[in-house]
Nanobody, 122 residues
Framework: QVQLVESGGGLVQAGGSLRLSCAAS????????MGWFRQAPGKEREFVAR????????GYADSVKGRFTISRDNAKNTVYLQMNSLNAGDTAVYYC???????????????WGQGTQVTVSS
């Protein structure tokens, strides 16, 4: 089992950047593929980015491709989401999640953090 805690959210102006972190407990972090999802008010939770166990393979939603970068440091049990060129459409609660399966569907992920709010002002 793994526990996840996100940090790094906040208020940023359009065009700005934020870096989210997700710290995982336990000694088996490298056994999990990791993902970032987000949920805006009144909308369903949606996939943002994913990264394989080793970090060698990544995937992104079309809406963030070229602006967001997911990475991980298995020695620090942490996954990151670097977000650049933020716009109002990126405003949401951002969640990190862990899976043995990998993929972009929420039902593929069995472990979730509590979320961190990102608000982009226009």
């Amino acid at each position: 089992q793994v526990q996840l805690v996100e940090s790094g959210g906040g208020l940023v102006q359009a065009g700005g950047s934020l870096r989210l972190s997700c710290a995982a407990s336990g000694r088996t972090f490298s056994s999990y593929a990791m993902g970032w999802f987000r949920q805006a008010p009144g909308k369903e939770r949606e996939f943002v980015a994913r990264i394989s166990r080793s970090g060698g393979n990544t995937g992104y939603a079309d809406s963030v491709k070229g602006r967001f970068t997911i990475s991980r440091d298995n020695a620090k049990n942490t996954v990151y989401l670097q977000m650049n060129s933020l716009n109002a459409g990126d405003t949401a609660v951002y969640y990190c999640a862990a899976t043995f399966l990998g993929g972009s569907r929420t039902d593929e992920y069995g472990y979730w953090g509590q979320g961190t709010q990102v608000t982009v002002s226009s």
